[in-house]
């Protein structure tokens, strides 16, 4: 494991030393993807070095990334890449996007790494070793764990775009789930879920995610303490749709999302 976590680090510098220099560049070049997502010339460039890297270091893993596709084997082990979570603040000049890079062996996540250098950032955590954070690049980690809120009156709460939740049908649901929460947030994308493995805020909802938005942070989220599991209450990356808590709070904000109830 220490091997594979200093791999992933490792992988994340690589993905740091790519990113970083083409954030907020003139020349920066942006595309849209069939699903009409964003993708840039940096997004291809940093995935194609983590690959290439892998493929030095462990050429009979799988790999799965967002931008050129492939697979994690649910026996063996497989990397989980995105080379930019958060491509429209990337593209926009806003710092707050992150690398994600995760190892799972037999479909479960052992290794995650959010590297977030526009922020000067770094999160990460490996299974049984806890979860570490740094706040200034090169800085001293310390450890990070979830907060003791332990009723949604109390709770912080956070998500992408909530107008997502309208398009599956659930906005309803989030309209409950924020009226029992204190306050409601729009932190997004892999940020929020280091905050909630921080315990700055207690809960964050993404109504539609991939696997390799997730992977990463599943292992973070954990090894700080909560729990991240799909709107159906999986624990699991690969459900299409996330919330990770402190655990303490997760059951019932779980139970706006299935309290039957949709959007008009």
């Given at each position: 494991m220490d091997a594979d976590l200093s791999l992933a680090l490792r992988l994340a510098d690589i993905a740091d030393a790519m990113t970083l220099p083409r954030f907020r560049a003139a020349d920066l070049r942006v595309t849209r993807k069939p699903d009409r997502t964003p993708v840039t010339d940096a997004d291809t460039a940093a995935e194609d070095a983590l690959r290439a890297e892998l493929a030095a270091q462990r050429p009979g893993d799988g790999v799965l990334g967002e931008e050129r596709g492939g697979e994690v084997p649910e026996s063996g082990r497989g990397w989980l890449l995105d080379p930019i979570d958060g491509t429209k603040n990337f593209s926009r000049g806003m710092p707050v996007w992150a690398s994600l890079i995760a190892l799972t062996v037999h479909g479960t996540p052992v290794v995650g790494v959010a590297s977030a250098p526009g922020l000067g950032r770094r999160w990460w955590a490996a299974a049984g070793a806890g979860a570490w954070?740094?706040?200034a690049p090169g800085g001293e980690p310390r450890r990070i764990a979830v907060s003791s809120v332990a009723e949604l009156g109390d709770a912080y709460v956070s998500t992408t775009n909530a107008e997502v939740f309208r398009t599956h049908g659930t906005f309803d649901s989030w309209l409950a789930l924020t009226e029992r929460c204190w306050?409601?947030?729009?932190?997004?994308?892999?940020?929020?879920?280091?905050l909630v493995a921080e315990g700055l805020i207690d809960v964050a909802?993404?109504?539609?995610?991939?696997?390799w938005d997730l992977a990463a942070l599943q292992v973070i989220v954990e090894q700080a303490g909560g729990r991240l599991s799909d709107l159906a209450g999986v624990a699991t990356f690969a459900g299409g749709d996330a919330i990770s808590s402190n655990g303490l709070v997760h059951d019932a904000s779980l139970a706006c999302f299935r309290?039957?109830?949709?959007?008009?």
């Open positions: 954070t740094t706040d306050e409601t947030r729009a932190f997004g994308d892999f940020w929020q879920h280091c909802v993404e109504p539609e995610a991939n696997s309290s039957g109830v949709s959007a008009a």
